[in-house]
C-alpha cells in the first residue's frame, strides 16, 4: 500500500508547487473503520502553504492519482488526517506478486544497493564463558547481520577481542593459582581480583594433563604457554556457544594484532601531530575538551598500560580504512561513555565519521517466577548462555534476547522460556508454521493441491482480508528493520501474522471449503503464510519446525 501511494502522493505535493523532498508519512490507522493507511502529510505542509490544514488536504487529494478501482475512498478525518481505503481488486492483484516471488527470498529488497557494512558483536574478551549482557549483544548483532542481508547490503560479520590487556593477566594468574593448587600446593594464593569460576579449574586440569607439572616454574615462556592455553580454552568455548545460537562471523580480529603490527602507536603519534596529545601525572592524555566533549581521557596510564580508548580508536581507524560504506558496533550500555571520545578522536584524523553507527543495546536481568536470580561475577554465581540453552532450547534464548527494543532493559523470565505452551511467544510463531505443514498433508490426502492459476478474488471473508493484508506488509517491515537496526520490528510483525493466521484457520474452513476454488485459494494463502513465517524466522535465526 505504501509503494503505491508514496510516489502518487510525492507528486501530488510538486503540483501545489512545494520544492524540496517531503517526508511522506504513512501508517496503519488505530481504528479499521478509518481504512488501511492514513497521513498527516497535509498538517505537515500547512505551514509552508499558509493554508489550513484540511484545506492543503483538499488540494492534495484533488492532485491525487490513484486509480479508483484500487482505491475506492478517501476521506479527511480531525484536523486534517487523509485517511485511505483499498479495494479487495488491489490487494488481490498484490497477493498474486507476492505468490509469484521465489519462496526462499520472499521479502527481500534491493534497498541495500550492495553497499558494504561491517557488523561487529559479541566481541567478548576470551576470559571466560558467554554470560547474560552477550548473549544479547550476540542475537542483536547477528540478526541485525541478517537484515542487512535482506535488504541488500554486503555484510561483514566481524568479531573484535581484547587479548593484550590486564583481564588476561589476571586470567593466566587465574589460572597458574589453580595449577599450582591442582599439583599440591592447596595454599598456594590465588589473586584477589581472579576470576573465580570452576572452568578455571576445567583449564588447569588440560594444563596438567598435557604439560604435567613442567610449567610451575613461572618463567616467561611457561607463563606464555600457560596464558596460550587459558586463552584458546575460552575462546574455543565462545565459539561452541556461538554455533548453538546459531550466531556466525566472518572476521575476526584481537587488540594484540593492534599493538603488533603498530595500529596503536600509529594512532596515538597522529593524534600527537593534530594536537591533541599531552602528558600530565606521567600519563598520556587526549584533550577531548578542546573537541566539545565533556572532559579529557587518559590514553596511556602512568603504568604504561594503555585504557581501552586507544586501542579502540586504532580499531575504528583500522576500519574506517578498510572501506565499508557503514560500520555498525553492537555495545552493551557500559560502553557508551568511550563511544563519543573514539568517534571524535576518528573525526579530526579526517574520516568520515557519519559511516558510524553505534547499536547500544541496554543490560539484561534473569528472572524467575517473578523473582530476580542474583548473579555474581566475583563469586562465579553467573548464568551462562549454556546454562539458559540447557533450560529452555537455542530458539528461545535467541528470540528472548531479540523481542525488545534494543534501548530497553530486559526481564529474560525463565519461567516463560520454559513454558512449552503457546504462551510462549516463539512456540506461538513456530506453531503457525508447523499448523500449516499439517495442513497441507491433510490436503494431499484429500486430493487437493496448490494449481498453478490462484483465484485469489475468492478471498473476501474479512479473516481473509486481515492476513492478506499483514502478509503484503512483510517487505516494508524487513526494510523498516534495516532503518531501524531493531529485530524486535521482525518479532512484532512475526506476531502478528501468526495471530492473524491462527484467527483465520479458526473461522474459515480450508480443505472442505465450496466451491473448490474458494478452497485452492485459502490452502494457497495458508502456504504464503508459511513462507512469510519461515523466512522471518530464519532473518531472526530461529528454527520453523514442519511438526510441533
Known amino acids: 500500500m505504501k509503494a503505491y501511494l508514496q510516489p502518487r502522493l510525492r507528486e501530488a505535493v510538486q503540483a501545489l508547487g512545494v520544492a524540496g523532498d517531503v517526508d511522506i508519512l504513512l501508517e496503519l490507522p488505530r481504528n479499521p473503520e478509518h481504512g488501511d493507511l492514513s497521513t498527516n502529510l497535509a498538517m505537515a505542509l500547512a505551514r509552508e502553504l499558509k493554508m489550513a490544514p484540511r484545506s492543503v488536504a483538499e488540494k492534495l487529494i484533488a492532485q491525487l492519482r490513484v486509480d479508483p478501482e484500487l482505491v475506492p475512498k478517501i476521506d479527511i478525518a480531525g484536523p486534517g488526517f487523509i485517511n485511505f481505503a483499498f479495494s479487495p481488486k488491489f490487494f488481490h492483484e498484490r497477493l498474486a506478486a507476492l505468490a509469484a516471488e521465489k519462496p526462499e527470498r520472499l521479502g527481500a529488497s534491493t534497498t541495500g544497493q550492495g553497499k558494504r557494512v561491517n557488523v561487529e558483536y559479541v566481541s567478548a574478551n576470551p576470559t571466560g564463558l558467554l554470560h547474560l549482557g552477550h548473549g544479547r549483544n550476540s542475537a542483536v548483532g547477528d540478526t541485525v547481520a541478517n537484515i542487512l542481508e535482506w535488504n541488500g547490503y554486503e555484510v561483514e560479520r566481524e568479531y573484535y577481542f581484547?587479548?593484550?590487556?590486564?583481564?588476561?593477566?589476571?586470567?593466566?594468574?587465574?589460572?597458574?593459582?589453580?595449577?599450582?593448587?591442582?599439583?599440591?600446593?592447596?595454599?598456594?594464593?590465588?589473586?584477589?581480583?581472579?576470576y573465580h569460576g570452576d572452568y578455571i579449574k576445567e583449564i588447569a586440569s588440560e594444563i596438567e594433563r598435557s604439560y604435567g607439572n613442567a610449567l610451575l616454574d613461572h618463567s616467561e615462556e611457561s607463563e606464555a604457554r600457560v596464558r596460550a592455553c587459558a586463552e584458546e580454552w575460552c575462546f574455543s568455548r565462545i565459539v561452541d556457544t556461538m554455533k548453538r545460537l546459531g550466531i556466525k562471523h566472518t572476521m575476526f580480529v584481537n587488540e594484540q594484532h593492534l599493538h603488533r603490527d603498530g595500529f596503536v602507536t600509529a594512532a596515538l603519534e597522529r593524534l600527537r601531530d593534530a594536537?591533541?596529545?599531552?602528558?600530565?601525572?606521567?600519563?598520556?592524555?587526549?584533550?577531548?575538551?578542546?573537541?566539545?566533549?565533556?572532559?579529557?581521557?587518559?590514553?596511556?596510564?602512568?603504568?604504561?598500560?594503555?585504557?581501552?580508548?586507544?586501542?579502540?580508536?586504532a580499531y575504528h581507524i583500522d576500519k574506517l580504512e578498510r572501506g565499508f560504506d557503514w560500520i555498525i558496533d553492537v555495545l552493551g550500555s557500559d560502553h557508551a561513555a568511550t563511544v563519543p571520545d573514539v568517534i571524535k578522536a576518528c573525526e579530526v584524523l579526517g574520516y568520515d565519521v557519519s559511516k558510524i553507527t553505534p547499536l547500544i543495546h541496554q543490560?539484561?536481568?534473569?528472572?524467575d517466577g517473578g523473582k530476580q536470580v542474583k548473579m555474581s561475577k566475583r563469586n562465579a554465581k553467573v548464568h551462562t548462555i549454556d546454562d539458559l540453552i540447557e533450560e529452555a532450547g537455542a530458539d528461545i534464548v535467541r528470540y528472548f534476547f531479540l523481542m525488545r527494543n534494543n534501548s530497553t532493559q530486559f526481564e529474560f523470565d525463565l519461567a516463560l522460556a520454559r513454558d512449552q505452551t503457546e504462551k510462549n511467544p516463539v512456540l506461538y510463531l513456530q506453531y503457525a508454521h508447523a499448523r500449516v505443514a499439517s495442513l497441507q498433508g491433510k490436503a494431499a490426502e484429500q486430493g487437493l493441491t496448490i494449481g498453478a492459476d490462484i483465484d485469489w478474488s475468492q478471498l473476501t471473508h474479512d479473516r481473509e482480508m486481515t492476513l492478506i493484508k499483514e502478509l503484503l506488509r512483510f517487505r516494508e517491515t524487513i526494510i523498516k528493520g534495516s532503518?531501524?537496526?531493531?529485530?524486535?520490528?521482525?518479532?512484532?510483525?512475526?506476531?502478528?501474522?501468526?495471530?492473524?493466521?491462527?484467527?483465520?484457520?479458526?473461522?474459515?474452513?480450508?480443505?472442505?471449503?465450496?466451491?473448490?476454488?474458494l478452497a485452492e485459494a485459502r490452502l494457497a494463502l495458508a502456504r504464503l503464510t508459511q513462507i512469510v513465517m519461515k523466512n522471518g524466522l530464519t532473518i531472526l535465526g530461529i528454527s520453523a519446525p514442519e511438526s510441533m
Open 483 to 517: 532503518e531501524t537496526l531493531e529485530p524486535v520490528v521482525i518479532c512484532d510483525y512475526l506476531r502478528d501474522v501468526a495471530s492473524a493466521f491462527h484467527k483465520f484457520y479458526h473461522d474459515c474452513q480450508i480443505i472442505s471449503a465450496e466451491p473448490r476454488e
Open 275 to 313: 594536537g591533541y596529545i599531552y602528558e600530565k601525572d606521567d600519563a598520556t592524555w587526549f584533550a577531548a575538551e578542546k573537541l566539545g566533549l565533556d572532559k579529557d581521557r587518559v590514553l596511556i596510564k602512568s603504568s604504561g598500560e594503555p585504557t581501552y580508548r586507544l586501542p579502540d580508536i
Open 363 to 367: 543490560f539484561v536481568t534473569l528472572t
Open 162 to 194: 581484547n587479548n593484550a590487556g590486564n583481564q588476561m593477566k589476571k586470567l593466566t594468574d587465574s589460572t597458574y593459582a589453580r595449577y599450582h593448587q591442582l599439583l599440591g600446593e592447596e595454599d598456594y594464593p590465588f589473586p584477589e581480583d581472579g
